[in-house]
């Protein structure tokens, strides 16, 4: 599905971020809500050559798994009139062509008493792209995140940051793949500072 088949006609969208877009947005927004999706589970299943890591030591983030039983919290942010067309500009450049992501439209369900779920547009990485890395154990996916680093940043710094939002926005979930990786990747950290 293209981003601009979801916009036919509309002046406002709501775009879901699950991974950096939760702290690093870098687009203008008109407000932003946390909450879920149903039917996908995060995971660090997706190899990043250019934002966190590059050829030789690609960098882990998180793509979407569908699971019937599963969900993702997150942040969905509504961009409204020329915010609309600039946004997807952006999003195509940082998720479809540097990372591989396709898009889809999913239901958001905002956090808190008395809210209306949304149709919100999302970027999931398949299988079938070059960079998909697919499951590990959470120390070999640590080991991986703690030693890559690409033009955005550490990979590190993705991975603390996103376990960051989580205990901060969304303390009463609790994403086990996520704080395992992040407790393996912990482990390394003063060998690596020793190293240097």
Known sequence: ???QDILAGKTSLWIFGYGSLVWKPDFKYKRSKVG?????????WHG????RGNDELPGRVVTLIEEEDASTWGVAFEVTGAQVEESLKYLNVREAVCGG??????EFVPDGEN???VQ????????DNPLYLGPASPEVIGSQIAMSQGKTG??????????EFMRMSCPHVEDHHLF???AAAMVLVPYLLGAQ
């Open 36 to 44: 879920y999706i149903q039917g996908y589970k995060r995971r660090f």
């Open 115 to 117: 809210e209306e779920p």
């Open 154 to 163: 550490h990979n590190l710094e993705y991975l603390l940051r996103l376990a």
């Open 180 to 182: 395992s990786i992040e």
């Open 101 to 106: 992501y396709v898009t889809k439209a999913v």
């Open 48 to 51: 990043d050559n250019f934002h």
């Open 1 to 3: 599905m293209k981003p």
């Open 120 to 127: 919100a547009l999302v970027y999931i990485a398949t299988p």
